[in-house]
Each structure stands twice: as structure tokens, then as C-alpha cells.
């Protein structure tokens, strides 16, 4: 959905170049060579979309002035009308395709709620909850990347990562931590010197590591699953339903300290 306006925009600057002239032309040959690279990445990373729908808005904004004049020309109201829907839906194909697929994170978030519920276990309705962790005393947590940054601005814990393309290295230790083996998992956090290791459970991140690797320490810490590796190296997990997360959202925290 984030690639509909570029696509709109990409078409309606090459369409206004082949009409266009002089220094106007020159302005569109500028605009489409910052168009296509962003459109270009824009397919292999999601969050690139904004950048590459800006630099459309000219493109589909010439598109819908060339599509409603040749609307507003049509004598027969019946299809005038329709023509003039039809120019607006063309325009806007990411809430033309919202409307008809719906937000497929949103579904898949609420198919992760009932899964939860049908199995007895509370999950994370958002990331908020993970403020929960507030009651412990100021510590270094070994969280997902997400929840991290809210983690870090709500409470007075400090994380070891979050998704802001800052801290590769971490980022890479965490990932490997969620999604390998408890024995791997538990070299990477001693290492990290993290006191608590937080999750929680039912949000996308979370879900991810699951659908890597179902038998991974994240997934199993979520389970409640004894085989993390813990119990061998002192590990010791607690559940606790505090704060925000009573009834309806659990923290797994591992202490880190012997």
C-alpha cells in the first residue's frame, strides 16, 4: 500500500514529461530521476515509502488535475460523477486497497490476541505495557528492539538496543538471542552484562522470532518453558503481572545476577 502513490506519481510525471517543453521539461527529468530511485527502494525497504510518496505528490497531483479536466468535460452527469470517482480512486490506490484488503497488521495482530486467549495466556495488547517493568529498581534489560525505545523514554531502565540502525552490533546480539538456542542465547546475555531479560508476549517482534524459529529461547521464555537453559546456569525466571499488565499482558523476566 505504501507503493500505490509512487507508482501514480511515477506515471503522472512521465505522462506530464512527454506533454512538457523548455525549462518545464527539464524540472520533470530532474523530478523523475529522484522518483525512480526512491520508488526503487521503496520496494525493498517499507519505511523508504514516505520518501519515494513525497517525491510523487507533483506526479499524481499533475495525474488527478489531467483526469478530473477530462471528467469535468463530460456532458452526462451519471458519468461525469463516475469519472470523477474513478480519477480519485486511481489517484489514491494505497486507501483503495486499505478499504478492500483492510490493514493486514492490524489482522494479524488480533488473530495473535485470540490465539493467546484460546490458549490461557495473557498477551501484550501494545508496547506500552512493557512499562511494567518500572517497579523494578534501575536496571540494564535485555529486551526486543521495539519495545525498547519505550522502555527507555517511560521508565528509568536503560536497553540494550533498539531499532534505530544505530547499534548494529547489539541489534544482531539480540536477534540471536531471541531466535537461537538457550545455550546460545544465554553466552549472548551474560555477555551483554543485562540484569533482567524482558518480553513481551503477542506483539510483532515477538511473533517473528516465533516464526523463525518456534524451538528458540524467545519463544520458549514466552511458553513459560523450562528448557531455556536457565535453570543450568542460575538463570531465574519469574512471572509477573503488575501495573499495566495485570490480567491482560505478561512479562517474562529473566534475573540476570546469580
Request: net charge positive.
Amino acid at each position: 500500500m505504501t507503493i500505490g502513490l509512487p507508482i501514480v506519481g511515477l506515471i503522472g510525471s512521465v505522462l506530464a514529461l512527454r506533454g512538457s517543453e523548455g525549462e518545464t521539461r527539464t524540472r520533470w527529468i530532474l523530478l523523475i530521476a529522484a522518483q525512480l530511485p526512491a520508488f526503487l527502494l521503496a520496494l525493498l525497504v517499507a519505511r523508504a515509502g514516505a520518501t519515494a510518496s513525497a517525491f510523487a505528490l507533483p506526479g499524481a497531483a499533475w495525474a488527478l488535475h489531467a483526469m478530473l479536466t477530462r471528467a469535468r468535460a463530460i456532458s452526462s452527469v451519471l458519468k461525469r460523477t463516475l469519472a470523477t470517482a474513478g480519477a480519485l480512486l486511481a489517484a489514491s490506490p494505497g486507501l483503495v486497497a486499505f478499504s478492500l484488503l483492510g490493514f493486514p497488521q492490524a489482522q494479524a495482530a488480533r488473530e495473535t490476541q485470540q490465539r493467546y486467549a484460546e490458549a490461557g495466556h495473557p498477551a501484550c495488547i501494545d508496547g506500552t505495557q512493557a512499562r511494567a517493568v518500572a517497579q523494578l529498581p534501575p536496571a540494564l534489560l535485555f529486551a526486543p528492539l521495539d519495545i525498547a525505545p519505550d522502555i527507555v523514554v517511560a521508565t528509568h531502565h536503560r536497553a540494550m538496543a533498539s531499532g534505530h540502525h544505530r547499534n548494529m552490533a547489539m541489534m544482531r546480539d539480540v536477534i540471536s538471542a531471541f531466535t537461537g538456542t538457550p545455550e546460545a542465547a544465554h553466552a549472548l546475555i551474560r555477555r551483554s552484562g543485562a540484569d533482567y531479560v524482558v518480553i513481551c508476549p503477542g506483539l510483532n517482534e515477538p511473533e517473528v522470532y516465533r516464526e523463525w524459529n518456534p524451538a528458540g529461547f524467545g519463544p520458549r521464555l514466552e511458553r513459560g518453558n523450562g528448557s531455556t537453559g536457565c535453570s543450568r546456569s542460575r538463570l531465574r525466571i519469574r512471572l509477573s503481572s503488575c501495573g499495566a499488565c495485570v490480567a491482560n499482558a505478561r512479562l517474562r523476566q529473566a534475573h540476570m545476577r546469580d
